[in-house]
């Protein structure tokens, strides 16, 4: 397998604060490397020293003599004036029209990431951030390369862009080289994990499971090292006060299994007591829409005499495609827009927080410690009771840096310290745009975290798949057609649906002025009270069935502590199939229940 890049000794710091400190690595062929750490840690760096963009202040960086490749960074600028067609197009010297329209590969990129519609003759000066990396993501991957370089390559794509970049570098032979925080497509993409840390780079094998496996048993070899290397300081000292040591025989340790990690790690949370808790601080109702229309200012008509009742303890994950909607409809149920036409109902009880994509809420003057102090000192989540240095802890700011000052944190910071501030304020109800922007893994993991277990009412809006799925219990998509359709697949059913879609040429929303036709005949909608009737119906079963679930897990733990009594066995055996029996019967209303939220 042919080196591509090689690293040797490679050394690089800012003013006083060294990124990188001899580093050696290697790139071969056909590698698909995964690149994670802390914002700031030095992944963009490594990326250009890599590329050659960036010189090391000491060691030697050597790239194989026919290297062929791209790199497309946050710092990557298109030539101003220039088109999409001049960027994309024109370098791969095709002469007529026809001939790259002809190349599926090229096709398949300008569809892929959405740069088709933007229209290949469109000048890229007036285009937003988003739009100039997709064009430049697509100059890079329509060419013949030996390795690709990328620089959060799912920022600016929504979960059907991701899937589908996902999938097209897989299905590349060239080597690849990514930064990303996004743990779905790192999983999915990367064969290789390099974390820049303390200005290394730790090497593991695999994608995001792997490395978070492997993680979690170096640090625990970690800790055996340090016990022993602290029984024998204390052993030493025992020698010095006593005189001879006595003979004993040094601790064994059994090296576990990657599954024995987690044998004794509870569930992520209790769904019944989170939403019997959440019943109790907010009521029946948080906040309903009914009959409501909504049309975004192109035009396109958004909602059209929908009914959407949310209620306490939902935990709702909200996709779609990007211009779908989705920010607008967020606002609408914060209150922040007037629907167009129906209702909204806000309960009594509910203290809403929204988290937008506009950081124009931070106080400037403040340190960031005061900046989350001016919200609250103490805050009280779910299980959890912090002070307001602990949550900013936990959210990526350490002692060290809670009292830099607001206006000198970097854009992922202030992300950040936005979200801290929003949990200090205690709400029940969170609605989330885009909470994952500029955050690194391991804060991400600290909010899922924070997340499991929070007692509330949450609809976040996101293109992190990994995100919605940890800490989501449903999902609900906008297709275009003027309602907001329940995916009880999940994402996985919203891509199918997506690619039906797709394969029948129905309009999506993005760029239509009409409600889209709709894929297949639809059952007739549920009326208010039905679909109200159907929630408290499905709110009683989902309770009954984990009764059920509590039931079985007792007979089973009777049935193995029974041993050789065979009356006791038989009459436990019977006891838990008349139990499985009753779930198959709860599961199957549970089913018609949800059609006709579905229907509403």
């Known amino acids: 397998m042919a080196n591509l890049v ?23 062929e056909g590698d698909r490397i995964g690149v994670v750490g802390l914002n700031g840690g030095g992944k963009t760096t490594l990326l250009e020293i890599i590329a050659g963009i960036e010189p090391p202040d000491s060691g030697r960086v050597s790239h194989n003599r026919d290297l062929n490749f791209a790199v497309v960074t946050q710092r990557s600028e298109l030539p101003k004036g220039s088109t ?56 890079a991957l329509v060419r013949d390369l030996d390795l690709v370089i990328l620089d ?78 602290q029984n024998l300081a204390r052993k030493e000292l025992a020698w010095l006060r006593r005189g001879a040591p006595a ?43 009914e009959d409501a229309t909504l049309r975004i200012p192109d035009g396109r008509t958004l909602l059209e005499h ?39 109902k806000q309960g009594q009880t509910v203290r809403l927080a929204h988290l937008s994509q506009e950081l124009h809420d931070l106080p400037m003057n403040m340190r960031v410690l005061e900046a989350v102090e001016d919200v609250a000192r103490r805050v009280v989540l779910g299980k959890y009771e912090l002070s307001a240095s602990q949550l900013a802890e936990r ?15 970097s854009g992922g910071e202030r992300r950040r310290l936005q979200l801290t501030r929003l949990l200090m304020s205690e709400p029940n109800v969170l609605l989330l745009d885009e909470p994952t922007n500029d955050l690194d893994i391991d804060t991400l993991q600290q909010l899922e975290d924070l997340l499991d277990s929070w007692p509330g009412t949450m609809i976040v809006v996101s293109h992190d798949r990994y995100l919605v799925e940890r800490v989501c219990d449903n999902v609900v998509a906008l297709f275009g057609d003027g309602r907001i359709t329940k995916l009880v697949g999940g994402i996985e059913e919203y891509l199918k649906r997506r690619a039906a879609m797709r394969e029948a040429g129905i309009a999506t929303s993005v760029g239509s002025g009409t409600v889209a036709p709709r894929a297949v005949a639809e059952k007739p909608r549920s009326s208010a009270a039905e679909e109200r009737a159907a929630r408290k119906e499905l709110s009683r079963l989902e ?42 019967e709860v599961e199957e209303q549970w089913m018609a229940a949800a059609e006709v939220v579905e229907a509403g």
């Open 543 to 584: 309770r009954k069935l984990a009764q059920l679930d509590s039931r079985a897990a007792k007979i089973e733990e009777k049935l193995a502590a029974a041993g050789s009594d065979v009356d006791k066995l038989v009459e436990l055996d019977a006891e838990l199939r008349a139990v499985k029996s009753e779930q198959a």
């Open 306 to 344: 929908t009914t959407w009742l949310v209620g306490p303890g939902d935990r709702v994950g909200l996709v779609g495609v990007n211009g779908s909607g989705k920010t607008t409809l967020l606002r609408a149920l914060a209150g922040e827009r007037e629907l167009d036409g129906g209702t909204r």
């Open 84 to 139: 999409i067609r001049q960027n994309v197009i024109e370098p791969l010297g095709f002469d007529a029209e026809h001939e790259w329209a002809a190349d599926a590969k090229v096709r398949s990129v300008l569809d892929g990431l959405g740069v088709s519609e933007l229209g290949l003759d469109t000048v890229i000066d007036p285009l937003s951030g988003g739009e100039r990396r997709r064009v430049a993501l697509a100059a």
């Open 395 to 409: 959210m990526g700011f350490p002692a060290s840096r809670q009292w830099t000052p607001v206006s000198d944190l």
């Open 247 to 289: 003979r004993t025989s040094k601790p064994r340790f059994r090296i576990e299994a990657a599954e024995a990690l987690i044998a004794d790690v509870p569930p992520l949370r209790d769904s019944v007591e989170l939403m019997s808790f959440a019943k109790r601080r907010l009521g029946k109702t948080v906040i309903d829409i």
């Open 6 to 28: 090689n690293l040797e000794s490679v050394s690089k710091s800012f003013g006083v604060r060294q990124l990188l400190d001899g580093v050696s690595l290697g790139v071969n």
């Open 152 to 229: 959060e390559p799912t920022n600016h794509l929504d979960v059907e862009g991701v899937q589908w970049l996902a999938d097209h570098l897989r299905g590349r032979r060239c080597g690849l080289v990514v930064v990303t925080h996004d743990r779905w497509f790192l999983d999915t993409v990367c064969t290789r994990t390099w974390e820049v840390v303390g200005g290394g780079v730790e090497q593991y094998e695999g994608g995001y499971a792997d490395w978070i496996f492997a993680r979690a048993e170096r640090a625990r070899l970690a800790a055996t090292l340090e016990e022993k290397r």
